[in-house]
């Protein structure tokens, strides 16, 4: 078993629920802390979790000083593009300001390993067809430079202060617990998958597609695809790699496979067996037409691949609604 104690700051939500789940069947003790204001306790599966936000330092200060934190993944934060442009003040002060409590509170506590939770989004609009970590950082919504920001700070405190990283930039996580275990405990989703799925459990079997004259094949956004528990396992090599080397790094997680909204929901009525209306809608505001990653870093250095496909992830999707 090891014996390593990692905090999982928003671990009650999506990625972060799978990421504690797998951290905890590997035999690291984790802690989960989180304000629940989009995850749910439900689906903290394993360790120990701790109701609080990641802007409070009082709170952190305990956290911290009660138990041998050896490292932090952090999920927290506002992830809604859309929102993030409407509200940008929420998305800076959740994902800015509240990510620079937490690293003062792991510098007065010696804790100096973190995994960030990054995103593609950062990139902006694509000047090729598959994006490497050295791609032009041009992000086009408030969301997109929120997280760049905190990468920024990551690599000051790096040089300034010792401590070690791993950021990792996911395109479009989809897909849930392929053991049936952990359920999706979310009272609403704005992903396409996930919204397609609760959309044919409540009956109402059609989606708005939102921009239908992008230059693409089909005229609907590219994104890549990539499962859920991909995403876990790298966070799990990526902790290793953390826990043995003192360079910090950056990796793109995706599949290298660009799936429009129209071939997703192709695949949704192959995996469901329903028709699905679809209803034509208009773009929306800091929306890039493609977004697909190339993964070859991760490959190399990490050696993670992807294991799961579309139609897997959509299955595993509908089986945590069920």
Known sequence: MNKKTVLIVGGAGFIGSHVNKLLHQS????????NLSSGKKEAVIGGVCIVGDMGDEKALNKLFSSYPIDAVMHFAGCIDVEGSVKHPQRHYTNNVSNTLVLLDVMRKYSVESLIFSSTAAIYGTPQEDRIKEDHPKNPINPYGRSKLMVETILKDFSLAYGLKYISLRYFNAAGGDPEGVLKDYKDRDDHIIPMILRNIRAGKEEITVFGTDYLSRDGTCVRDYIHVMDL????????KKLFNEERSKVYNLGTGKGITVREVIEATEKVTGKKISVINGKRRTGDPVCLVADGSLAEKELDWRPKYFLEEMINDAWKALN
């Open 27 to 34: 035999g690291y003790h984790t802690i989960v802390y989180d």
């Open 232 to 239: 876990a396992e790298a966070h799990l090599i990526a902790l």
